[in-house]
């Protein structure tokens, strides 16, 4: 059973910045794909980045060219910077992890990166508020 630990959200200021953090457990090798969701109070569930074992990444348009995702494979690790924050970021961040790396996961993962449905194991989610 994967587990998920997210970090690193807290308070900032609009124009400020922050990391996040999310740690894989429970498995002998790094996930195929990995993605970061967010969901603010009263809204839905929204896909903002993905990235495969691979290193190819997918990014929101609503946080393109202020959000980057990386991961750092030896770690189990995947990050979310996040540069330029505005009042509307302010959600709680969950990482996503598919693990396996079939034929269906891969396919998935190309194509429907920022889909819930692609992701099999979550984490409890971090909170980011930005202040204007």
């Known amino acids: 059973q994967v587990q998920l630990v997210e970090s690193g959200g807290g308070s900032a200021q609009a124009g400020g910045s922050l990391r996040l953090s999310c740690t894989a457990s429970?498995?002998?090798?790094?996930?195929?794909?990995m993605g970061w969701f967010r969901q603010a109070p009263g809204k839905e569930r929204e896909g903002i980045a993905a990235?495969?074992?691979?290193?190819?990444?997918t990014v929101a348009d609503s946080v393109k060219g202020r959000f980057t995702v990386s991961r750092d494979n030896a770690k189990n690790t995947v990050y979310l910077q996040m540069n330029n924050l505005k009042s509307e970021d302010t959600a709680l961040y969950y990482c996503?992890?598919?693990?396996?790396?079939?034929?269906?996961?891969?396919?998935?993962?190309?194509?429907?990166?920022?889909?819930?449905?692609?992701?099999?194991?979550w984490g409890q989610g971090t909170g980011v508020t930005v202040s204007s």
């Open positions: 990235i495969d074992s691979d290193t190819s990444t």
């Open positions: 996503a992890a598919s693990a396996a790396s079939t034929l269906v996961t891969r396919v998935q993962c190309r194509t429907r990166p920022l889909f819930g449905s692609t992701y099999n194991s």
């Open positions: 429970g498995m002998t090798y790094s996930p195929f794909c």
